[in-house]
C-alpha cells in the first residue's frame, strides 16, 4: 500500500454538484481556503451529446443504472461529474411551494426559513446561473400536453429553464454548474480535484481528516488523504448518508430517502409533434399538485423505442412514426427508503417501501395523465408499464387499474432528497437548520440530503438555495 497523498484546506467541499458548488463558491468569495474534490470527471458541457449513451457512461454514476430494492422496485439516475446533475439535467426551474417551507418549519423544526426570506437566495442562485423562459413558441410536443389540460380545464404552466435562450428561440446554452458557478468558484480561487472519492472522515487532533482515493487520467487510483477545519459535504441524496454512515455519524441519516417517483406513457398523434431539432418541452400540468405532477420528457428515437420496449413490434412501430410520438410522465412523491453500506461494495444498498395509498395515487396520476392525452387528441396512449393495455378511446380510461401494481422496474425516478433531514427536531433531522450536523464541530451537509421532503416541484433551485442560505450563515454566523 503506498502512502497517501497529504493535502490541506481551510474548508474541504466533497461533491461539485448544485449544492457543493453553491456553497463552495459562498465559501471562496468570503475568503475561505477551500478544496472542492469530486469523484466523477471534469467534462465540458459539450464533451458529449445530451442525453446520448456516451453521456451516460462519462457522467451519470453506473452508466445511469442505479435500483432502489424492494416490492415494488424503482430505477433511478444520478450524475457524477463535476456539475453533479446539473449536468445531465435538463434543468426545469422551480422554486418550492410555500406550503412546503411551511411544513418543513413546522414538522422538523427549521429556523428562519420564510417563504420571503428563501426569495432572495433563490434570487441570488437565478443571476449566477440564468433562469429563462422559451423566447418564442415552446415544441409542438410540449404544447399538446398544455392542450389537453386547457381542454380539461386543468391548471398548467410553461416551466422556466436554468437556460440562456438564443434571442430567435431556436437554441440556446444549458446553464449547468460547469458554465456558471464551477467557472466563478475557480476565479475566485477556490481549487477544484477531480476524479477524487473521499471515503471516509474522522476527527484528528481538533481537525478533519478524510480519506479516500483520487485516479490519475489512466485510471490509476492512488491512496490521499485530506486534512481540513471544516468539511461540507454534498454528495448527492445517496452518497452523502453513506459516506456519513460510514464515517460513523447514524442519528437520522439515511432514513428518509425520499424520490419522485415516475411513470411514463407513449402518446402517438395524428399528426407530426416531434422534430429533430426541437428545444426540450418544458409544459407541466399542476392541476393535481402536490398529489402528482405531469410533465413532457425528451422523446429521442431511443428513448421511444425503451419506453415501448415491452410491446411487440415496438422498434417497427417507432421507427414508422416516431414523429407522431411523445413520451410524457406522471410523477409523485411517494415511497420512503433507507440507504445502508454493504461490506465489500463501493455504491450502498438503497431500499424503497410504498405504502398501498403510494400506489393508489400512481395508478389515478397515470390514468389522468392518459385522460389529458385523449383530451389533446392522442389516437393511441401507451403507458411504459408491463401488462397495461393501450388507451385507444376515453372509455378504456374507466378499466386501468386503480393503483400501480408493477415492481418490473416500470417506476424511475430522477429526483431524490431528504435522507438527512434538517432542522431543530432532533427525533426526524440529522443536521441543525442550517446544515451542521448534530453534535458535530465544523461538519455540515450541503445537498439535497437537507430538503426534509419531497419538494413536489423540480428540486434543484431548492438545493442551490437552501445551500446558499445556509453558507451565508455559516459565513456570518458560525465562522467568526
Ligand atoms: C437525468 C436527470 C434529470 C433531472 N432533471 C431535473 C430538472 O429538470 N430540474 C431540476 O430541478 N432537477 C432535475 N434533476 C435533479 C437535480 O439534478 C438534482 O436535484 C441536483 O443535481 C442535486 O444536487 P446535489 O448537489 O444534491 O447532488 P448531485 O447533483 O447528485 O451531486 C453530487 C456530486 O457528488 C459527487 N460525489 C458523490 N460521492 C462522492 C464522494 N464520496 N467523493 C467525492 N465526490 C462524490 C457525485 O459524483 C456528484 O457529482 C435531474 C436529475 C437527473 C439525474
Not at 457512461?57 to 452508466?63: A, D
Not at 446553464?175 to 477556490?190: A, C, D, H, I, N
Not at 490509476?220 to 448518508?241: D, K, N
Not at 432542522?423 to 442550517?434: K, P
Request: contains cysteine.
Amino acid at each position: 500500500m503506498s502512502k497517501p497523498d497529504a493535502m490541506t484546506a481551510g474548508i474541504l467541499v466533497i461533491g461539485s454538484g448544485p449544492g457543493g458548488c453553491v456553497s463552495g463558491t459562498m465559501l471562496v468569495e468570503a475568503g475561505h481556503d477551500v478544496l472542492m474534490v469530486e469523484e466523477g470527471e471534469h467534462l465540458s458541457l459539450d464533451s458529449a451529446a445530451h442525453f446520448s449513451r456516451e453521456e451516460m457512461l462519462r457522467k451519470y454514476r453506473n452508466g445511469g443504472v442505479s435500483v432502489a430494492l424492494g416490492r415494488q422496485k424503482l430505477a433511478w439516475v444520478e450524475g457524477r461529474c463535476v456539475g453533479g446533475g446539473s449536468e445531465v439535467n435538463r434543468g426545469l426551474y422551480r422554486r418550492a411551494p410555500e406550503f412546503i417551507l411551511d411544513s418543513w418549519r413546522k414538522d422538523f423544526g427549521v429556523e428562519n426559513l420564510g417563504f420571503n426570506s428563501m426569495k432572495a437566495h433563490f434570487a441570488a442562485c437565478e443571476e449566477i446561473a440564468r433562469v429563462e423562459y422559451v423566447p418564442g413558441a415552446p415544441s409542438e410536443m410540449s404544447q399538446q400536453l398544455q392542450r389537453g389540460a386547457q381542454a380539461l380545464g386543468w391548471q398548467s404552466i410553461e416551466a422556466p429553464r436554468l437556460f440562456s435562450y438564443d434571442p430567435d428561440g431556436k437554441g440556446g446554452r444549458r446553464q449547468s454548474m460547469s458554465e456558471t458557478f464551477v467557472r466563478r468558484f475557480l476565479q475566485k480561487g477556490g481549487r477544484l480535484n477531480a476524479r477524487t472519492r473521499i471515503d471516509r472522515l474522522r476527527r484528528v487532533s481538533g481537525a478533519w481528516l478524510a480519506t479516500g482515493s483520487a485516479k490519475d487520467e489512466a485510471g490509476h487510483s492512488r491512496p490521499i488523504e485530506i486534512r481540513a477545519q471544516r468539511v461540507f459535504v454534498a454528495c448527492g441524496a445517496v452518497q452523502t448518508p453513506a459516506l456519513l454512515r460510514r464515517s460513523g455519524f447514524t442519528h437520522n441519516v439515511g432514513n428518509s430517502l425520499r424520490f419522485h417517483p415516475m411513470v411514463k406513457v407513449v402518446a402517438e398523434f395524428e399528426r407530426d409533434v416531434n422534430f429533430a431539432g426541437d428545444l426540450d418541452p418544458v409544459h407541466q400540468i399542476k392541476e393535481f399538485e402536490p398529489s402528482f405532477g405531469m410533465g413532457c420528457s425528451i422523446s429521442k428515437r431511443p428513448m421511444l423505442g425503451v419506453a415501448l420496449s415491452d410491446r411487440e413490434g415496438a422498434w417497427d412501430l417507432v421507427h414508422e412514426r416516431s414523429r407522431r410520438m411523445g413520451i410524457y410522465y406522471v410523477q409523485t412523491t411517494g415511497g420512503t427508503a433507507t440507504v445502508r453500506n454493504l461490506p465489500g461494495f463501493s455504491d450502498p444498498l438503497v431500499r424503497i417501501g410504498f405504502t398501498a395509498n403510494d400506489l393508489h395515487v400512481l395508478g389515478t396520476g397515470l390514468r389522468k395523465l392518459c385522460e389529458a392525452l385523449r383530451a389533446a387528441d392522442a389516437v393511441r396512449v401507451m403507458p411504459c408499464v408491463a401488462g397495461y393495455a393501450d388507451v385507444a378511446s376515453t372509455r378504456s380510461l374507466e378499466f386501468m387499474p386503480s393503483s400501480l401494481s408493477a415492481s418490473d422496474g416500470s417506476v424511475t425516478s430522477v429526483h431524490v432528497f431528504s435522507s438527512c433531514p434538517m432542522g431543530e427536531n432532533d427525533r426526524r433531522t440529522a443536521a441543525n437548520s442550517f446544515g451542521k450536523v448534530h453534535g458535530t464541530d465544523g461538519l455540515y451537509i450541503a445537498d439535497a440530503s437537507l430538503l426534509c421532503t419531497p419538494t413536489v416541484v423540480n428540486p434543484q433551485g431548492t438545493v442551490m438555495a437552501v445551500a446558499h442560505r445556509n453558507a451565508l450563515d455559516a459565513i456570518e454566523r458560525q465562522f467568526s
